[in-house]
Structures are given as C-alpha cells and as structure tokens.
C-alpha cells in the first residue's frame, strides 16, 4: 500500500504529471466528499477505491496518499457525519435551553423533519455497523461509540426532565433507530411520519403518568 510521502503534493495528482487547475478543489476534499456520497448511495463494501479515485477525478496513488487504507477513509467521513450529527442536535436544543423535556420533543419535532428528506436512506452511522460488523473495524469503532454518545445524550435529558429510570431514554433511542429503517423500507409517507407524536406521547407516558 502506497504511503504519504512529506516531499510530494497530495493536494495535486503528481504523479499524473498534471497539476491542477487553480479553480479545482484539493485532491483530498474531492475524494472525501465522493468517497461520502457514494458510501452513502450504495454501501460501504460496493465502492471500491478505484471507483472512488475516477469519480472524484483523482488516482488511486493520490487516495492513498491522503487516506492511509479504504478503512481509515470510511472511519474519517464517519466521523465528519457525526460531527455534524452533534451540531445538528446542539442546534436544535439551543432553543429549549434549561427545559429538558422541550430538548427532548424539539429533537423529535426535528428528527422527523429531517428523516423525512428526500435525500435520506437512514442513518450513515447505522448503516456502517450493520454493514461493518468486525469489531475492531476503525469504522464500526465510530459508529458504536456515537450510539453509545446518542443514548448517553438521551438518559441525560430524560433525567433531566423527571424520569425515575431509563426506560424513557430506551424507548426513544429503539424509535429513533427504527424510524431510520421504516424510512428507508416504507417511505417518508410510512411510519416515519408519526415519530414526533409517537416520541411525545410516550414522553407524556412516562413524565406525567397519563
């Protein structure tokens, strides 16, 4: 496997012998960012590296050079996802802040807006760990410790908004997982559609008793 080397542009493809055009973006960013869309579009395990090379316009050697293995590569697109996963969230809430139980009900309210979206096919995270099962796989080592961060964030809230045990924060981490895969089997016109008022009801359950 071809390693970066310090003495040579990975921003170019080099060692094509052609530079590139000022106005085209780093060879690291179009890589990234097709290597993400295709992931996402048809699996982990379908994509190839040379197919990620040619479509972002790139080599093979140029890939390697900015991404160490395929593996790394997936783990780092993971990783932005989740990122911007949590700033997702972080925006949602700002608007209840102190309220615990509004966090909650704004993060449902938003989720099912946001499942909803014509360009969604579930949760990138959650699609790498079933399709990336191997323990120590670097991929399935982001998407675990993000659900793992996921339900931590939700028995946090639900603590915080008078809940006597976890069962709370369970039931809402098993329907946001499972609106992801009714998205992506019956549609945005299926089950995915009731998330919110599915989410509230059960929080009024547990919260209020009634």
């Known amino acids: 496997m071809a390693t970066r080397n310090s003495g040579e542009d990975v921003h170019g493809d080099s060692e094509a012998g052609v530079a590139a055009p000022a106005s085209k973006r780093p ?38 050079r900015n991404f160490p293995s395929k593996d790394e590569l997936v783990a780092e697109v993971l990783r932005e996802q989740e990122r911007e996963y949590w700033a997702w969230w972080e925006g949602v809430t700002a608007c209840c802040c102190g309220d615990p139980r509004g966090q909650l009900e704004a993060i449902f309210d938003a989720f099912e807006t946001k499942a909803c979206d014509s360009d969604i096919h579930g949760c990138p995270l959650s699609n790498a760990a079933i399709e990336l099962h191997e323990e120590n796989h670097p991929a399935q080592v982001v998407s675990v ?8 964030r939700l028995v946090e809230l639900c603590r915080g908004a008078g809940a006597k045990n976890d069962d709370l924060a369970d039931a809402l981490m098993l329907m946001m997982e499972g609106a992801y895969i009714s998205r992506v089997t019956l549609g945005a016109e299926g089950p995915v559609r009731a998330v919110s008022r599915s989410a509230r009801a059960l929080i009024k359950l547990h919260l209020d008793g009634c």
């Open 27 to 64: 060879a690291r960013d179009r890589i990234f960012e097709t290597a993400r869309e295709l992931f996402y579009q048809h699996g982990i395990r379908a994509v190839g590296v040379e197919t990620i090379a040619a479509e972002a316009d790139a080599t093979k050697m140029t890939l390697y």
């Open 145 to 152: 410790n993000y659900k793992k961060e996921l339900h931590r």
